[in-house]
């Protein structure tokens, strides 16, 4: 995969080769990962994202230690770590239900990795002290866990995952039990983290808002199979497949001929007739294509003349900051443009004007599939 | 309010505001008392009228042939643990009352703690079945219990008996030579004690396990604890309320133990409930019985406050 992240990418932190896990046997056997192989590189802020059952889970167990493959390897730092036990792993879990210890406070909670770890009276107090002011929790560090609100928890819950300085947190969305405020916040609070402690994090989420907003990179998973890596920017922008272009915002999708291809860009030809550019996956061959063009990728204009599409406005969906224009092509496919209300826009189109569609630059993407 | 009450005399009702209050709280009160009146004639038949016969009778003289004589006496409660001399009339230790009463302590304490070791896997075990096997699991715990406690004690003696099928298996298997003798020793008593009271103990274990999140567990691995540190450290405190319901439920019936002593233990090893089912029966004594029986009571009370205070206030 081409990708740019903005960590250090010469030094790998995990990595897994070939992961396969199968649970159960016979036909009772459910695949949950089928040949997973991803670099995650340090100081990333990494995301998996996919729909529920597709694996996210597994594969962050798998790197934790609680699962062992069926086939296939986990390395750390180079070292393969997939026969040791979790405690002998310097990775640590934020998990979804928080799972804090009901009869420690919350210093305790959060010192105990360290205690775990043999280190000394002092050095656990100054730590815990530490980690609770990044999680601004002071004044919490002895209460009882049961006393605390969701938000606490789960800031109690990282504090306690980050204490022992792991060389990588796993989480499984942890913010999936917050409120949308609360979780907006979480956020923002987990970026900062991330960049103050340098750590490498692995987040696990099925909300792709989240997943753009914070990542680095974002792997995108498929019944067991990671579909696509790359940062958010480029896994928008330019999907490769139906699935990952469908999974992550809104779309359009058109068929087109492809031809003069020249490296990454080549031309569609259109129902309409008209010729556009187009960026192509790797092995891109010529021939009948599906294209996706992000709603917002497209222009609207009233002489259909000089347009790569025409098409009738269906409906008009005012948002605020923006509209949808739902409109019928000429093919009879719908197609939905978006465009950000000016001052004084927004009349120019009537429910049954006839339109033309533009594109802008590297609006067109061309699928693998 | 006053307005209220100034209007009700002008229109000649008899109550006042406030009278009526008093009048409804009243009513509620003897509608309590006359609803709890059954659960009351109940706890008052079998439980304090019982006791309180028998606290009677602790400070009465024995009668000549069985019962009690009317007349107030601190004897029984000094022939506890003391007797007097026949000869010379002097106070000294009654032996045989001490060593029963220590043997019968001690074997509960060991049944606790033996129970409480064989327990916890086997609780463990059956939390971590898949949930449909579970009820199968505990059906078989509980299997002993569909039987009487006589003849289970009865297929025990069978066992341990000199030609018993430990003994004859261990011949067999040239593990020892003559045959052993558990029949009528403490051991003997022991194991009996042990095989009654493992389902009470595996209940409540099971019970408090079962609430366990296991996501705790993990998480305790995943903070570098090993897996003793995590028995010690995370799930050991989380089933705690089992531990100790299944320590109480063992150690108060065990103390009291009957049967078990008397049929595995033969005359010789006595313990407390045998004692006390002597004074009733062929020594006559019922004050001592009934002193005995308090002194029991209040050496189980005792534990059980002390055990509870130190559990609520670990907890704090
Ligand atoms: N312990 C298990 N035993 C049997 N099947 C399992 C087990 N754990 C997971 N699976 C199966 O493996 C597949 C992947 O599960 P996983 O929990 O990794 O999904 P996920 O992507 O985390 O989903 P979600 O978003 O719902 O959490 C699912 O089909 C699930 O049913
Ligand atoms: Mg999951």
Redesign the interface.
Known sequence: MTSKSSANSSSVAIEVQGLIKTFGTGDASVKALDGVSVSIYENEFFTLLGPSGCGKTTLLRMIAGFEHPTSGHVLLGGDHIGHLPPFMRPVNTVFQNYALFPHMTVGENIGFGLEMLGKDKSEIARKVDQTLAMVRMEEYVNRKTSQLSGGQQQRVALARALAPEPRVLLLDEPLSALDLKLRKEMQIELKRMQHETGITFVFVTHDQEEALTMSDRVAVMKDGLIRQIGAPREIYDHPTERFVAHFIGETNFLEGELHDINGSTGMIKLASGSNVPASLPDEAAAGTVTVVVRPEHALLSTSPDNASLTGEVKTIVYFGTDTHYHLELESGDSFVVRMQNQRDSGTDYQEGSKVGITFKDNAVQVLKD | MSAETTLAHAHGAPLTGAEAEAATVKREVRNRWFLLSPAMLIICGIGIMPLAIIIGYSFMEQGNYAGVKWEFTLESWMNLITERDIFDDTLGWNHAHISIMLRSIGLALMTMVTTLIMGFPTAYFITTRPEGQRNFWLFLIALPFFSNLLVRTFSMMLMLRDDGYINNVLLFLGVIDEPMILIYTNTAVAIGLVFTYLPLMVMPLYASMEKL?F??V?????????RF?VLK??IL??VKPGIIAGCILVFIPAIGAYVTAKILGGGKNLMIGNLIANQFGTSRDWPLGSAISLFMMIVVMIALIVYVRNSLAEQD
């Open positions: 999140n996501n705790l993990e998480a305790g691995y995943d903070l570098y604890a090993s540190q450290r995370v405190p989380s």
